[in-house]
């Protein structure tokens, strides 16, 4: 196994498709074609690891009677990459390229067998995975939403809205994330387009202004040419019991929730999805679902929308226009989760009662989103996918946190 941590190795780990995306490689090690029995290289890249294929791969090389005689998983240094692809630093994808391959593990597996040089490379397919022929690893595993793909993220700036927007480019997805701070969602963008390679135009919305709302599609369809996903994050939230919620702030909920999932759709309608189609994908919440206390606003809010999910998922769908909902639950490292998570010996006893036994991350949402707004989805329409480890099944409901707010002001 030491071979495949040296100089002469670890270059041919690293080589295949210069551009971040889902890919696998071969290269022989040793001999060439003349060989009659040789030994190759393959590397399953970040995105496969996370993806858990690995045994997908080793399992169609057994099939073929190849026989496996080294693997390891390794982190490839950022020097490493940076000595293999020198050539490519002045790129504008360079950034993007070293942000890919250093995003996780890699798992390298030499593998031996008669003309296993040839046979691995028609096993993986075409380079460029789009093009991948099914039967290939990567035509049957690789994951796009297809090539320049646009898609317009409300709430994209930061949190869970960010991190959609980050995978979807990473899948070759160009973005428009909208926020009402401009400032902020700009940095985001530099740092999206940075760390992909793809264009993210950032935009200041307020969802609850149906003029903001057309001003900023317009701008967007003058950009791109086109919108072919809308990914409704934006959304506001706080603990707060009914009996001390006051009338606006229900009010102002329901109107960021609600009536801006409608305002953004009904715009993105007329603009563009009823001639040419598209994807729709609202981030919900199973907070509705059997009654949770401290939100009767964002659980009345949500709930509304996976209604309004239904209704328009019968309606559009003639004109080829998909609706969906997406209801994460627990997630790590968001605004709400530090917000309403409470404090860390609840969090640990309420993480304890979700049947997976931890709360999300991020990017397990984010993937699930990519899967409603690309072709692996393209008979899902009406649909609420639930991402929460099975918690609202059994999360705590603690009656006793009404106690806590029975003092407080009221909002």
Request: proline share 6%.
């Amino acid at each position: 196994m030491g071979g495949l941590l040296g100089r002469a190795a670890l270059p041919a780990l690293l080589s295949g498709p210069r551009v971040p995306a889902p890919s696998l490689l071969a290269r022989p090690s040793s001999g060439g074609s003349s060989w009659t029995r040789e030994r190759t290289l393959v590397a399953v890249k970040p995105d496969g690891v996370q993806r858990r294929l690995v045994g997908d791969v080793i399992q169609r090389f057994e099939r073929r009677g190849f026989k496996l005689v080294g693997m390891k998983m390794l982190q490839a240094p950022e020097r490493v990459l940076a000595e293999h692809y020198h050539d490519l630093q002045r790129k504008p994808f360079y950034p993007a390229l070293i942000s890919y391959m250093t995003s996780g593990p890699v798992v390298a597996m030499v593998w031996e067998g008669p003309n296993v040089v040839c046979s691995s490379r028609a096993m993986i397919g075409h380079t460029d995975s789009a093009e991948a022929a099914p039967g290939t690893i990567r035509g049957d595993f690789s994951i796009h939403i297809s090539r320049d793909k646009v898609a317009f993220i409300t709430g994209g700036g930061s949190g869970i809205g960010f991190r959609i927007a980050e995978i979807f480019m990473r899948h070759g997805c160009h973005t428009i994330i909208a926020s009402r701070s401009l400032p902020r969602v700009s940095k985001s963008a530099t740092k999206l387009a940075a760390a992909t390679g793809q264009r993210c135009l950032p935009l200041s919305l307020d969802v609850r202004a149906i003029p903001a709302i057309t001003a900023a599609v317009d701008q967007a369809l003058k950009e791109f040419g086109k919108i072919d996903i809308l990914v409704n994050c934006a959304a506001g939230n706080f603990l707060c019991p009914a009996s001390a919620l006051s009338f606006n702030a229900f009010k102002t909920v329901m109107d960021i929730d609600t009536l801006g999932t409608f305002n953004t759709c009904r715009v993105l309608y007329e603009k563009f999805f009823r001639d040419h189609g598209g994807v729709i994908v609202n981030i919900t919440a199973t907070l509705g679902t059997r009654g949770q206390v401290l939100q009767v606003h964002a659980g009345s809010a949500k709930a509304a929308v996976d209604a309004m999910t239904r209704h328009l998922a019968v309606e559009w769908g003639p004109q080829n226009i998909r609706v969906n909902s997406l209801a994460p639950g627990p997630i790590s490292g968001t605004e709400g989760f530090r917000r309403l998570g409470g404090p860390q010996a609840s969090v640990s006893a309420k993480t304890l009662a979700i049947p997976l036994q931890r709360v999300g991350n991020k990017t397990e949402v984010a993937h699930s989103a990519l899967y409603l707004a690309s072709p692996l989805a393209s008979y899902v329409t009406g649909a609420v996918l639930v991402v929460d480890g099975g918690a609202w099944l059994t999360y705590p409901n603690d009656i006793k946190l009404l106690g806590d707010f029975a003092s407080s002001a009221k909002l």
